[in-house]
């Protein structure tokens, strides 16, 4: 029951801050999300709707929820694992009925299976718009070379919002990988320039422009300096969100002051949902792998000021909502709150490992 009461408090919170905005402002919700994955023991399940059961009524309380799909969507292929993914339009679906509206496709799984395989993404994420039962929206592919790779616009509660998705790098190397993904290295000057010039000329057009970049070193929970200094260049550029992933781990957010207002940096949103840590064990609590496992929700709150003939937005506020894969009833993998599995009457072994696990994931957070 205490653990219904907390979701109430989010809920109302959210709500308030939403309806009730300051006189002369806009203010929207918008929730980010880590990595999607899809290991074996995840597609398996009997109902992948069940991944996303405990937190659904926290991602249908936004505006927006955002989250990087880490594998090619090809329903005319078997579902496969690292090191080459591959899902059908079920895995998305349950997602999207979950209530996550925008997808990030650029990452370094985008081209395991060739321009085939990101043709039939592209067919794929087609399909599920059609028939979800709210608009999505996806950025960091394309089947057309003559298409350039600029930002997907979304028009929500009055305001223009630009999504643009990056990767650093694809695991598979064929001739044309690179015009098909969207792929800038940060490590690469020339490359780099060029993206940070065209935020300059992209970052105009909208009330809030996000980039989503997948980069970065794996399972470390400190971004590396160039990444540091490549995403604070980035909001100097026109960005107002910088939502990182890659690293498999959740690292630090930052709030930057850029022309008086506030912007975010989200280094790495960690794991949404993996295998990773099927076969932990309570006594695995101080296990490196165990970060794999443990996110956060990232509840982002924004305001928009009138000035002249443009808004100028804010980041408010960031909440997050420490999150881990933990198993079902019936044995899978499934994602929960912390606050909430606390509650809940689990054996004392495994109710130390989490407390332990939310102390950890507390300090990570508010690093």
Do not use: C
């Not at 939502?243 to 630090?252: D, E, K, R, T």
């Not at 009138?306 to 909440?319: G, K, W």
């Not at 994602?335 to 696990?357: A, G, I, K, M």
Request: glycine share 6%; proline share 3%; hydrophobic share 40%.
């Amino acid at each position: 029951m205490r653990g219904k009461k907390i979701h109430l408090f989010i809920f109302l919170l959210i709500l308030t801050t939403s309806v009730y905005p300051h006189p002369g402002q806009k203010r929207i919700i918008l929730t980010f999300l880590g990595d999607i994955m899809a290991h074996t023991v995840n597609y398996v399940m009997s109902d992948y709707n069940s991944i996303y059961d405990r937190v659904e009524d926290l991602l249908k309380e936004d505006a927006l929820t955002f989250a990087n799909l880490e594998s090619p969507v090809d329903s005319t292929r078997q579902y496969s694992t690292y090191p080459k993914f591959n899902i059908g339009t079920e895995y998305v679906q349950a997602a999207v009925d979950a209530g996550i509206e925008v997808f990030s496709l650029a990452n370094n799984h985008a081209y395991d299976y060739g321009q085939e395989g990101l043709f039939q993404t592209l067919r794929s994420m087609a399909r599920i718009e059609k028939i979800a039962d709210h608009k999505i929206y996806y950025s960091g592919i394309r089947g057309n070379l003559m298409a350039s790779f600029e930002p997907v616009e979304i028009n929500i509660k009055g305001l223009r919002i630009g999504f643009l998705a990056v990767t650093q790098m694809t695991n598979v190397w064929q001739k044309y990988n690179h015009h098909y993904v969207h792929v800038v290295d940060y490590n690469n000057a020339q490359a780099k320039e060029a993206l940070l010039g065209a935020v300059r000329k992209f970052s105009t057009k909208y009330d809030l422009f996000i980039l989503s970049y997948h980069g970065g070193v794996e399972y470390a929970l400190k971004p590396d300096p160039g990444k540091v200094r490549f995403f604070h260049q980035l909001l100097e550029a026109g960005v107002h969100i910088v939502y990182g992933h890659h690293p498999h781990v959740l690292q630090p957010f930052r709030l930057v002051n850029v022309e008086g207002k506030n912007r975010l940096i989200i280094f790495s949103a960690g794991n949404f949902i993996s295998g990773m840590t099927w076969r932990m064990a309570p006594s695995d609590y101080e296990n490196p792998i165990a970060f794999t496992g443990d996110s956060a929700l990232l509840v982002v709150e924004i305001s928009f000021t009138n000035r002249e003939e443009y808004l100028q937005a804010s980041v408010d506020a960031v909440r997050p909502v420490l999150i881990t894969n933990v198993k079902n009833e019936k044995g899978e993998l499934v994602v929960d709150t912390f606050l909430r599995l606390l509650e809940q009457n689990l054996s004392e072994e495994w109710s130390d490992f989490y407390r332990s696990r939310y102390r950890i994931m507390e300090a990570l957070i508010h690093d």
